[in-house]
């Protein structure tokens, strides 16, 4: 018969529990479902064998975070050979991750097990385990946890290894809002000062224009030179300012009041207000994708790079990703349409936005797709695993992909990539080895600061220190470093 024993890690210590009879609990288990919910039945079904508390609050945090990662920190260790026999057969450790159950078995050579009616009864554990502990009661164990949870959660946003990732997840989300919330404010402006100068809306096309033009002109009726002079500065061409004063001398549109047209230029302040502040975001954004993954900016751009990015979740998970998920990234309903169908499945995702899906031919779109997202995987895994960013790399599989562009419409055969990727360390290591000149030099100035100091009978323990005795002009200086070299 199996002697079953289960492990219980608490906010405030572990424990292990043994339970009575585990074969036909094991066949039983309807019933013992039915016995977690009733204290004075799940006592008859398991008994306590040991507690070990933990001392403070950061030995609780550093015990959870090795068994999060599935680790067997020194105090369970300790604590499972004290309690759990290992030298009698068929005894089998119960836990709820099966990750920590291998690396126990491993350790301490304690045979683990994590299915059958082993979850029902570690519920039962923690549903009952203030009464099933003496001295822990329900109020101490709710602190314990609320502030083990706190100080867990706290580590696990400190130490987060994604955080500049997340930046760069959040600003491409605000941006493709803030496109979405300018579009829907330029056409309510438009269709607002429509009414009473409907010609503009075919002169100015672009809306963060027609916006700035608006709050200029206000009453069409009403256009001073001052006004002409500001107009040709927003619209940057005479031609197009000379047409707008043309065509508001002959609207037909209707007039308007001034409380409308208040109305109206508070609304144009504010859609220009948010276009500049969008120019302002995709600056920032291109200053951190220059940071965090220099080489898919310069392969893909910054913002279709930041979306597939945080469509992935991180930069490590989309370097995790193969070049197949990479290519699709972004079309998931479709791909399962056209499996569901058995239809043809999407060529591309979100790289759709990338220039290179748009110049190439239609015959040619789903190669040069394949094409593309190998190399952003390719370039997503440089970026997340060099230790000094650079785009050398980037750069290079760019100009492969313009390549390719051009070997399906003329037929040359482009470079091999093995030959193209030499290159590019070649000159990462260039470029490594110029930003590490400055030592040299700098140790040629300190060694020069030295000279001057010993010339002066000044004491510099930095040097002394060091033990650099060259100098024989001062042999004070000299006979000193000696004794504390020899010392």
Not at 112 to 124: A, K, L, Q, S
Not at 305 to 320: D, E, F, M, Q, Y
Not at 432 to 445: G, I
Request: aromatic residues 6%.
């Amino acid at each position: 018969m199996k002697k079953l024993f289960i492990l219980f890690e608490h906010a405030s210590g572990y424990a292990v529990f043994r339970v009575k009879e585990f074969e036909e609990i094991g066949m039983l288990l309807p019933q013992v479902e039915a016995s977690v919910t009733d204290l004075s039945r799940f006592r008859s079904i398991v008994s306590l064998v040991g507690f070990s508390a933990f001392k403070t609050a950061v030995v609780a945090l550093e015990n959870i975070n090795c068994i999060s990662e599935g680790v067997v920190p020194p105090q369970l260790q300790i604590f499972l050979d004290s309690c759990v026999p290992k030298s009698e057969k068929n005894v089998v450790l119960g836990v709820s991750d099966p990750k920590l159950g291998a690396n126990i078995t491993e350790a301490l050579g304690i045979k683990c097990d994590h299915v059958n009616g082993i979850p029902e009864i570690i519920r039962g554990i923690r549903q009952h385990f203030h009464h099933l502990v003496q001295g822990l009661t329900a109020e101490s164990a709710s602190i314990a946890q609320l502030g083990l949870g706190h100080s867990y959660s706290r580590a696990k946003v400190k130490f987060n290894i994604h955080r500049v990732d997340n930046m760069i997840i959040h600003t491409i989300g605000l941006m493709d809002q803030l496109d979405k919330d300018i579009n829907t404010f330029s056409m309510r402006i438009r269709e607002w000062y429509g009414y009473h100068f409907p010609e503009l809306i075919k002169i100015i096309p672009d809306n963060h224009m027609y916006a700035k033009v608006t709050k200029i002109l206000k009453n069409r009726k009403e256009l001073p030179e001052e006004k002409l002079e500001a107009l040709e500065e927003t619209v940057m061409d005479s031609a197009v300012a000379q047409a707008i004063v043309d065509a508001s001398k002959s609207s037909m549109g209707m007039d308007i009041n001034m409380v409308d047209l208040m109305n109206i230029e508070i609304f144009a302040d504010r859609v220009i207000s948010l276009g500049d502040y969008r120019e302002r975001l995709a600056q920032y954004l291109r200053s951190k994708m220059s940071g965090v993954a220099p080489n898919l900016a310069s392969l893909i751009g910054d913002q279709t790079g930041a979306r597939l990015i945080a469509h992935a979740g991180s930069l490590t998970n989309l370097a995790k990703f193969p070049a197949s998920t990479v290519q699709i990234l972004g079309a998931e309903k479709a791909l399962f349409r056209a499996l569901k169908t058995r239809g043809n499945t999407p060529k591309f995702g979100l790289l759709f936005n990338s220039t290179f899906i748009g110049r190439a031919n239609a015959r040619d779109k789903g190669r040069i797709s394949r094409y593309l997202a190998n190399k952003c995987s390719m370039a997503s895994r440089l970026d997340c695993f060099l230790d000094v960013p650079t785009n050398v790399f980037g750069e290079k599989l760019r100009q492969q992909v313009e390549d390719r562009l051009k070997f399906f419409e003329t037929g040359e055969i482009p470079q091999k990539n093995i030959d193209v990727m030499k290159e590019a360390l070649k000159e990462s290591l260039v470029s490594v080895e110029q930003d590490n000149e400055e030592s040299p030099k700098k140790k040629k100035k300190d060694k020069k600061r030295k000279n001057d100091v010993l010339e002066n009978g000044k004491r510099d323990d930095e040097y002394i220190k060091n033990g650099d005795t060259e100098q024989t002009d001062v042999p004070k200086k000299k006979k000193k470093s000696k004794s504390i070299s020899n010392d």
